[in-house]
């Protein structure tokens, strides 16, 4: 792959050790809410199918168990308004950072090689783009890559990781649309899509009315991290064009990438229990609530935010400068320098924090007016 030293980012969460120094001399602590790391307690009914599964004394297999894949086809059809997923093209990944980070070079991109992600964008799209050799495009607008055949991976990501912006069945339509004509992949990394507010729906690039009759072109990636409370499990999986997944199964069993027997056990009981996920969303639901006005009292504009576990925050300043601010207040959140230089005047505060934590931090910002 050419890798040299310094032709990745440095690795960005080491940059806040100041700020999170300096907002834990707070005289009522340190309030974090810079990741996106679950802290609620993995539901019993999911510990108690690993627990249950604990003896596995021999090889899991690559391609993941048949119920565990049937589970994923099935979720795909009550949940995401996408029937017809095959459990064959269903593969079970180690979280979904390591497939984010390592999809450019499964599929054997390298020099000349185009890989296009949103301009404010989670940083392993970029990272996964040079890992391979291939250059990346940050980019939201199709014609910026329509008809350019050195294009062969497009990510989505919806909702937004960082913005929590939903993309409409059209627009991700258009996306697959033009990938097909240039023959291009479209990953969708769709993980937060269970953590709408508002009722309009978030289409997955599996249902029909964004890639029509066939999955051909198309790949969802998804996690159980955040609507599961799994992060610790890691606990995800890709699906869609069985050519795609086929392909992918053959490199991942010659790397020896294969999810523990006991973790696949928990995650179809996981993919088949929504009562967890309701209650888990309604934790956040609650957290956001409380959250958000008080971000806007303090002065901040909410933006987009209409999905997953973040408030994408501005004071129409410098990011580093609203850190600064926060830092006062006993809060660390993520710098929009983190998603791109389209996100430079942001910050994005997260919801994954406990009760009492928003409430603190809730309160400080309140008390600031």
Same mark, same amino acid.
């Given at each position: 792959?050419?890798? @040299?030293?310094?032709?990745?980012?440095?690795?960005? +969460?080491?940059?806040?050790?100041?700020?999170?120094?300096?907002?834990? #001399?707070?005289?009522?602590?340190?309030?974090?809410?810079?990741?996106?790391?679950? $802290?609620?307690?993995?539901?019993?009914?999911?510990?108690?199918?690993?627990?249950?599964?604990?003896?596995?004394?021999?090889?899991?297999?690559?391609?993941?168990?048949?119920?565990?894949?049937?589970?994923?086809?099935?979720?795909?059809?009550?949940?995401?308004?996408?029937?017809?997923?095959?459990? %064959? %093209? $269903?593969?079970?990944? &180690?979280?979904?950072?390591?497939?984010?980070?390592?999809?450019?070079?499964?599929?054997?991109?390298?020099?000349?090689?185009?890989?296009?992600?949103? @301009? %404010?964008?989670?940083?392993?799209?970029?990272?996964?783009?040079?890992?391979?050799?291939?250059?990346?495009?940050?980019? !939201?607008?199709?014609?910026?890559?329509?008809?350019?055949?050195?294009?062969?991976?497009?990510?989505?990501?919806?909702?937004?990781?960082?913005?929590? #912006?939903?993309?409409?069945?059209? *627009?991700?339509?258009?996306?697959?649309?033009? %990938?097909?004509?240039?023959?291009?992949? &479209?990953?969708?990394?769709?993980?937060?899509?269970?953590?709408?507010?508002?009722?309009?729906?978030?289409?997955?690039?599996?249902?029909?009315?964004?890639?029509?009759?066939? *999955?051909?072109?198309?790949?969802?990636?998804?996690?159980?991290?955040?609507?599961?409370?799994?992060?610790?499990?890691?606990?995800?999986?890709?699906?869609? !064009?069985?050519? $795609?997944?086929?392909?992918?199964?053959?490199?991942?069993?010659?790397?020896?990438?294969?999810?523990?027997?006991?973790?696949?056990?928990?995650?179809?009981?996981?993919?088949?229990?929504?009562?967890?996920?309701?209650?888990?969303?309604?934790?956040?639901? @609650?957290?956001?609530?409380?959250?958000?006005?008080? &971000?806007?009292? #303090?002065?901040?504009? &909410?933006?987009?935010?209409?999905?997953?576990?973040?408030?994408?925050?501005? @004071?129409?300043?410098?990011? +580093?400068?609203?850190?600064?601010?926060?830092?006062?207040?006993?809060?660390?959140?993520?710098?929009?320098?983190?998603?791109?230089?389209?996100?430079?005047? *942001?910050?994005?505060?997260?919801?994954?924090?406990?009760?009492?934590?928003?409430?603190?931090?809730?309160?400080?910002?309140?008390?600031?007016?």
């Amino acid at each position: 792959m050419g890798l @040299r030293p310094g032709s990745l980012p440095d690795f960005p +969460w080491d940059s806040l050790a100041p700020y999170r120094a300096r907002a834990a #001399a707070h005289p009522d602590g340190l309030v974090d809410l810079s990741v996106g790391t679950p $802290v609620d307690p993995t539901p019993a009914i999911v510990r108690e199918a690993l627990a249950a599964a604990a003896d596995a004394p021999g090889y899991p297999t690559t391609h993941g168990t048949a119920a565990l894949r049937e589970a994923v086809a099935a979720w795909f059809a009550r949940r995401r308004h996408a029937p017809g997923v095959d459990p %064959a %093209a $269903v593969l079970p990944t &180690v979280g979904s950072k390591e497939l984010v980070a390592m999809l450019p070079a499964y599929l054997g991109l390298g020099e000349g090689d185009v890989v296009v992600h949103p @301009r %404010a964008a989670y940083p392993t799209y970029d990272v996964g783009a040079r890992l391979a050799g291939a250059t990346p495009l940050a980019t !939201d607008d199709v014609d910026d890559w329509r008809g350019d055949t050195s294009v062969r991976l497009v990510w989505v990501n919806s909702p937004s990781n960082p913005t929590g #912006a939903v993309a409409g069945a059209s *627009h991700l339509a258009e996306v697959v649309a033009a %990938a097909r004509e240039i023959g291009a992949l &479209v990953a969708s990394d769709e993980c937060y899509a269970e953590l709408a507010w508002t009722s309009d729906p978030v289409p997955s690039i599996l249902d029909p009315a964004v890639c029509g009759s066939s *999955h051909e072109g198309v790949l969802a990636v998804y996690s159980l991290s955040k609507q599961s409370n799994l992060a610790g499990y890691r606990a995800a999986f890709a699906a869609g !064009d069985p050519a $795609v997944v086929t392909a992918l199964l053959e490199v991942r069993k010659h790397a020896g990438m294969i999810m523990p027997a006991p973790v696949q056990a928990a995650m179809t009981v996981a993919l088949g229990d929504d009562a967890h996920v309701a209650e888990q969303k309604e934790r956040y639901r @609650r957290r956001r609530d409380l959250l958000k006005p008080a &971000v806007e009292a #303090a002065g901040f504009r &909410v933006d987009h935010s209409t999905a997953g576990l973040y408030l994408w925050a501005t @004071r129409d300043e410098d990011c +580093w400068q609203t850190l600064d601010f926060l830092a006062e207040h006993g809060i660390l959140a993520a710098p929009g320098a983190f998603y791109g230089e389209a996100a430079r005047r *942001h910050v994005r505060i997260a919801l994954t924090a406990s009760d009492s934590g928003v409430a603190s931090a809730s309160s400080r910002l309140a008390n600031d007016r």
